[in-house]
C-alpha cells in the first residue's frame, strides 16, 4: 500500500518539474541560511560559515540530483528531460539536422519499403481463413519439376484421400463473352465445386457451387467477381439468375464472389464448374491440365498428405502405367506463390539492409565529429558531477530521437514509395495489390529506429564520456586531436566502402546480366512485328464428332477462319508477311508432346520417348517473324490441307537426334507409336500421323529468354488431327506496326464479327515484358547501391575535410616552413587512400562470400566474374578518391599565416 | 573518535522519532536534532536527509507545508501523519527486537 502511494506520487512527480524544483531550491536554500546562521552564532566568518555549511549539505548540485531521482521516476524523468534536451540540439544545428534526418529517412524508408514488400509475400498468410492449412498439390516428374494433373487422377484423389478437409483442383481457360456491345474474351477459372469450400471464401452474394453442378448439362453455371460484377453489369443486385453467353452457349449466374476476391495472382474474372461431356477426351488420364489446391484435415502435417496421396498415385500407376515416374508433391500455397521471387526479394531485403548500414557508419561519422566539439561541454558536466552513465543515456537518448524523427520521415516516403512500386511490378510480383504500410510495417519501422538510433549513436557516445577531464577542460575550444578519433572514423569510412563495394558489385552482377540477356539470340527478329491472339469458340468452329475420331478435318472450319484472317491480313496496306502459331516464342513451353522417330527401333515404354514442343503454323509464320530455315524448305500453301503430312523441326532437334546427320526425309511423329498408346483413349481405327522432315528452323527460345532452346516441331495447322482454338498471329510491317491496329480489327471483323481481338502486342513489347522481373531486380539494386556509393562518398568527403581542418595549424606550420602543396596533398590523402584500400579490401572479400545469393538470378555471367569485380571497384576506388581529393586540395590552397593563427 | 555513518534504513526511523518528539519541524532542524540526539556521535550529509524526507511524504508518513520559523524565515515544516504514527510505532519496536537478537549474539559469552 504504501510503496503504491509513492509509486504514485512519483509518477505526479514527472509533471510540474519547474514548480517543484523551485520549491526544493527555495527548501535548501532556506536551510542553508539557517546553517550559516547558526555557525556565525558560533563564531565563524560569514564566508566560513557558509563554506561549512555547504560542505555539511554536501554540494548543492548532488543534492539537488538526489532529491530528483527520489522526486519522479528517475528513469522516466531523465528520458523526458534528454527528449528535451535532444530537440533542443536538434533546433541548434539546422543543418545536422536536415542531413541526419534526409540519411535516416532515405535509409530507413528504402527499409520500410522492402519489408512492406517481405512482409506481405512471405510473411503475411495468404488472405484466407486458415490459411497454413492450404497445400499446393501438384503432380510431378521424377526430377521434380511440377507438371499438372489429369482430370481422372484428380477425381481418384479427391474421392480416396483420408488426410484433406477437402482437395479442389482448376484450370485457367479464356472465354467469349458475346451477347453484349463488344464481344470479350476473359480468362475463366474452371474450378472443382469444392474451390471456394476449400479456401474457406463464400459468395457474397447469390449461392456457391455444389457437386450437382459438375453434372454435365447441369455444369453451364457462373460466379462472377465482385470487379466483373460492377463492370459488365453495373453492379445488378438483381444479377442472379441472369444468362450470358460463354463460347455460345448459356450460362446462368448463381453469385457474385467477395470482393477483393483473387486467388493465386490469376486475373479470372469469373468461375465455373468443371464438368467434361461423356467420352470427351479432356477427361482422360493423359491429358494433364489441371492443379491441385488442398486443404489439410486440421493438425494434419503436409508430409501425411503428401504420403497419403501419393498411396492413391501410386495405386493409380498400377492401372496406368502412362503416369509412371510421377509422385505427388504437397507445397504450402503461401511458398509455392513466392518461391519465384523469394530469392530476389531476400537479395534486396539483404542490399537495403547495407544501405541502412551504411547510413549508420556516416552518421556515427557525423556523430563523432560532434563529439569532438562537444568534448568540453561534456567534460564539464562530468566535473561538476554528472556520472558518465547518465551522460551515456543522454547522448543515446539524442541519437534515438534523431533515429526515431528519421524514420518519422521515412514512413512517409515509404507510403509515396509502395504506391510507386505497387504499379511497377505489377506483372512480375504476386499479391502486389496488397502490398501496403501497415501496422507490421510501423511496428518494424519502430524496431529499426530504435536500433539505428543505438547503433549509429553508440560509439561517438562511449567516445564523448571517454575523457580526460583535465586534458579537454584544458584544451579550450580545441578538439580532440588524438589519434584514436580518427582512426574511429576511418574505420566507419572503411566500412561503408566495403559495404558499398559489396552492393555496387551486386548491382553490377546483375547489370551484366541483364545486358547479357539483352544480347541473347531468341532466335527470331522482334522490330516492326505485331502479334494478336485470336481464339474461335470451339462449338461454332470445331466438328467434336470428327475430333473424337482423330479426323484432321474436324478443324476444318477453324483452318479456313485462320487462313481467311491471314489472307485479310496481308492486304493491309503497310503489312509485308503474315503467319500465325499456336504459340509465340518466350510464352512458355506450352505445349509439351512425345515424339516418335521412326528411323531407328522404336522405345517400349512412354518414357523413353523424347519430348518436344509443338506447334502449329500458318501462313509464312517463319518469315515474318525471322526465323531462318537452314535447311530444306518452309510450308507451302499446299501443305495446308489435312494429311499433308510434313513438319519442320528446330535445329536443336536435329543436333540432338541425328547428331549430325540428316534429318530431311526423315519420319517423325508427334505421337506415340501405336503399340505405346493406351486402350481405350483412342478409336479403334486410330493410326498416328506420320510426318515427313521437310525442313529445318533456326532455334527459337519459346519458354524463356533465359531458357536455352529446346526441341520443337511444326506443322502445317490444317494438316492434323490435334488442332487448336487459339492463335496467335504475327504481322511483319514495313513501319510503326501499332498503326496498323485499327485495321487490323477491322479486317478480323470482316471474317467474323463475333471474334475478340486480343493481346495486342508488339514482339519488342513481349520481349521487353519478358525482362520486367530481372529489370526490376536490376533497377532496384542498382538504387541502392548507387545510394549506398553516394553515401561512402559523403562519409569519405566528411572525414577528409574534418581531418583536413583540425590539422591546420600543423599545415600552416609546414607550409611556413616551406613545404609545397603538393607534399602537403601528400599527407593528407596518404590517410585517405590507406582507408580506401582497407576499404576495398574488406569489400572484395565480402563481396565474393555474398554474391554467390545472386548465382540464381544470374543469367550468364559467374557470380564472382572478374571484369564485373574489377570494373566495380575502379569505379568505387575512383569515386572514393575524388572525394578524399576535394578536402585534401583544398588544404593546400591554405594561407600559413591564416593557418597558424587559427585556433 | 571517529563518527558513525548512518545505518542504511536507520534514517527514516529517526526522522519520524524526531517529529514524535519534537513536532512539526523543519529540515534543517530535523538534521540538527539528529545530530545531537546522537550525542554527537553520528555524521550526516544533510543533502542526504531531503531525498529521505521525499521518500516519507511520497509514502504518506509526513506531510510538509511552509511556515514561518523562528528566527522570521520561510522554511518548509514537516509532520507526522496518522499513518506515520503507526509507522513509527511499529518500527520502533521492530527495531528494540532486532537491537535485543544482536545483543544476545554480541554479548560475552557465559561460560
Not at chain 1, 566500412?495 to 563495394?501: D, K, N, Q, S
Amino acid at each position: 500500500m504504501r510503496r503504491l502511494r509513492a509509486l504514485w506520487a512519483r509518477v505526479l512527480g514527472l509533471f510540474d518539474r519547474d514548480r517543484r524544483e523551485r520549491e526544493f531550491a527555495e527548501e535548501l536554500e532556506s536551510h542553508l541560511e539557517m546553517h550559516v546562521q547558526d555557525n556565525v552564532r558560533a563564531g565563524m566568518t560569514p564566508e566560513e560559515a557558509r563554506r561549512a555549511a555547504l560542505m555539511k549539505l554536501g554540494g548543492v548540485e548532488q543534492t539537488r540530483e538526489f532529491y530528483r531521482d527520489r522526486r519522479g521516476l528517475p528513469m522516466v524523468d531523465m528520458l523526458m528531460q534528454d527528449v528535451r534536451l535532444g530537440l533542443r540540439m536538434m533546433r541548434r544545428s539546422p543543418g545536422f539536422t536536415a542531413v541526419v534526418l534526409l540519411v535516416l529517412a532515405l535509409g530507413v524508408g528504402a527499409n520500410a519499403v522492402m519489408f512492406s514488400v517481405v512482409n506481405t509475400l512471405l510473411l503475411r498468410p495468404l488472405p484466407y481463413p486458415r490459411a497454413s492449412e492450404l497445400q499446393l498439390v501438384q503432380t510431378a516428374s521424377e526430377d521434380g519439376a511440377p507438371a499438372a494433373t489429369a482430370p481422372p487422377d484428380f477425381y481418384e484423389y479427391r474421392a480416396r484421400n483420408r488426410s484433406l478437409r477437402s482437395l479442389s483442383s482448376f484450370y485457367l481457360r479464356p472465354f467469349d463473352l458475346t451477347g453484349g456491345d463488344e464481344p470479350e474474351r476473359i480468362p475463366i477459372l474452371i474450378v472443382s465445386s469444392e474451390f471456394l469450400g476449400t479456401l474457406g471464401v463464400a459468395p457474397a452474394m447469390g449461392r456457391d457451387m455444389g457437386p450437382a453442378d459438375e453434372r454435365w448439362g447441369d455444369h453451364r453455371v457462373v460466379l462472377l467477381t465482385e470487379g466483373f460484377w460492377r463492370r459488365r453489369f453495373g453492379g445488378d443486385p438483381a444479377v442472379r439468375g441472369r444468362r450470358i453467353t460463354l463460347n455460345a452457349e448459356p450460362y446462368t449466374v448463381i453469385g457474385v464472389l467477395p470482393r477483393g476476391f483473387s486467388f493465386v495472382g490469376l486475373q479470372a474474372q469469373a468461375i465455373v464448374p468443371m464438368s467434361f461431356a461423356p467420352g470427351d477426351n479432356l477427361n482422360s488420364h493423359n491429358n494433364y491440365f489441371l492443379t491441385m489446391v488442398g486443404r489439410l484435415a486440421s493438425g494434419t502435417p503436409a508430409a501425411t498428405a503428401r504420403a497419403d496421396l501419393n498411396r492413391i498415385s501410386d495405386a493409380i500407376i498400377a492401372e496406368h502405367p502412362e503416369n509412371r515416374g510421377t509422385h505427388i508433391d504437397v507445397r504450402s500455397l503461401q511458398a509455392a506463390m513466392v518461391e519465384d521471387v523469394k530469392p530476389a526479394l531476400l537479395v534486396l531485403f539483404g542490399a537495403v539492409g547495407f544501405v541502412l548500414l551504411i547510413a549508420c557508419a556516416n552518421l556515427a561519422n557525423l556523430l563523432l565529429a560532434r563529439a569532438a566539439a562537444r568534448r568540453r561541454e561534456i567534460a564539464l558536466r562530468i566535473a561538476i558531477g554528472a556520472s558518465r552513465r547518465r551522460i551515456l543515456a543522454q547522448l543515446l537518448t539524442e541519437s534515438v530521437l534523431l533515429a526515431a524523427c528519421g524514420s518519422a520521415l521515412a514512413l512517409v516516403l515509404a507510403r509515396v514509395a509502395v504506391g510507386t512500386l505497387n504499379s511497377l511490378s505489377r506483372s512480375v510480383l504476386p499479391r502486389t495489390e496488397d502490398v501496403r504500410v501497415d501496422g507490421a510495417v510501423l511496428a518494424y519501422t519502430a524496431v529499426v529506429a530504435v536500433l539505428t538510433g543505438l547503433v549509429f549513436g553508440l560509439v561517438p557516445a562511449l567516445r564523448s564520456v571517454d575523457v580526460d577531464l583535465g586534458d579537454a577542460l584544458k584544451e579550450g575550444t580545441r578538439a580532440g586531436r588524438d589519434a584514436r578519433g580518427h582512426r574511429a572514423r576511418a574505420t566507419l569510412v572503411a566500412t561503408e566502402i566495403a559495404l558499398a563495394l559489396v552492393l555496387l558489385i551486386g548491382a553490377g552482377l546483375m547489370m551484366k546480366s541483364l545486358g547479357a540477356l539483352a544480347r541473347i539470340d531468341a532466335g527470331f527478329d522482334a522490330r516492326r512485328v505485331l502479334t494478336v491472339q485470336l481464339s474461335v469458340p470451339r462449338k461454332k468452329y470445331v466438328d467434336e464428332d470428327l475430333e473424337r475420331r482423330f479426323r484432321p478435318e474436324a478443324y476444318a472450319r477453324s483452318a479456313r477462319f485462320f487462313g481467311d484472317v491471314i489472307e485479310q491480313l496481308r492486304t493491309v496496306p503497310g503489312v509485308t508477311t503474315v503467319g500465325a502459331v499456336s504459340g509465340l516464342p518466350l510464352m512458355g513451353e506450352i505445349w509439351g508432346k512425345n515424339a516418335t522417330l521412326y528411323d531407328r527401333p522404336l522405345p517400349s515404354t512412354l518414357r523413353d520417348l523424347p519430348i518436344i514442343q509443338y506447334r502449329v503454323v500458318d501462313g509464312d509464320y517463319f518469315q515474318a517473324l525471322g526465323i531462318p530455315i537452314v535447311s530444306g524448305r518452309a510450308f507451302t500453301p499446299a501443305d495446308s490441307r489435312p494429311r499433308a503430312n510434313v513438319a519442320i523441326i528446330s535445329r536443336e532437334m536435329a543436333r540432338r537426334h541425328w547428331k549430325g546427320g540428316d534429318p530431311l526425309g526423315k519420319v517423325i511423329s508427334v505421337n506415340p507409336p501405336l503399340q505405346l498408346v493406351p486402350r481405350g483413349t483412342v478409336p479403334a481405327d486410330y493410326k498416328p500421323d506420320l510426318l515427313t522432315v521437310i525442313g529445318v528452323a533456326g532455334d527459337v527460345r519459346y519458354g524463356a529468354l533465359s531458357k536455352l532452346p529446346t526441341p520443337v516441331v511444326y506443322a502445317p495447322y490444317a494438316q492434323g488431327s490435334e488442332g487448336t482454338t487459339t492463335m496467335y498471329f504475327v504481322v511483319r510491317a514495313e513501319q510503326d506496326p501499332a498503326a496498323l491496329v485499327p485495321a487490323l480489327r477491322a479486317r478480323v471483323r470482316q471474317v467474323d464479327p463475333d471474334i475478340p481481338v486480343s493481346n495486342v502486342q508488339t514482339m519488342e513489347a513481349r520481349v521487353a515484358a519478358s525482362v520486367a522481373q530481372p529489370r526490376l531486380q536490376t533497377a532496384v539494386l542498382g538504387t541502392f547501391a548507387a545510394l549506398a556509393l553516394l553515401l561512402a562518398a559523403v562519409g569519405i568527403y566528411g572525414v577528409m575535410s574534418y581531418a583536413a581542418r583540425q590539422r591546420t595549424r600543423e599545415i600552416g606550420i609546414r607550409m611556413a616552413l616551406g613545404a609545397g602543396g603538393r607534399a602537403i596533398l601528400t599527407l593528407l590523402l596518404g590517410k585517405g587512400v590507406a582507408m580506401v584500400a582497407a576499404g576495398v579490401a574488406a569489400g572484395l572479400l565480402g563481396a565474393i562470400a555474398l554474391t554467390r545469393a545472386l548465382r540464381t538470378l544470374l543469367y550468364g555471367v559467374s557470380a564472382s566474374d572478374p571484369l564485373v569485380f574489377a570494373a566495380v571497384t575502379a569505379v568505387l576506388a575512383a569515386v572514393a578518391l575524388l572525394a578524399a581529393l576535394v578536402p585534401a586540395r583544398r588544404a593546400t590552397r591554405l594561407d600559413p599565416v591564416h593557418a597558424l593563427r587559427e585556433e | 573518535m571517529t563518527r558513525l555513518e548512518v545505518q542504511p534504513g536507520t534514517l527514516a526511523l529517526m526522522v519520524l522519532k524526531t517529529l514524535q518528539t519534537m513536532g512539526p519541524l523543519h529540515g534543517y532542524g530535523i538534521a540538527r536534532r539528529i545530530e545531537q540526539t546522537s550525542g554527537e556521535l553520528l555524521s550526516i550529509n544533510y543533502g542526504t536527509l531531503y531525498p529521505a524526507l521525499l521518500k516519507l511524504e511520497q509514502e504518506g508518513s509526513i506531510a510538509s507545508e511552509w511556515g514561518v520559523s523562528d528566527h522570521n524565515r520561510r522554511a518548509k515544516y514537516y509532520r507526522l501523519t496518522r499513518a506515520g504514527r503507526r509507522q513509527v510505532e511499529k518500527e520502533a519496536r521492530d527495531w528494540e527486537q532486532t537491537a535485543t537478537i544482536l545483543a544476545r549474539f554480541l554479548a560475552p559469552k557465559e561460560s
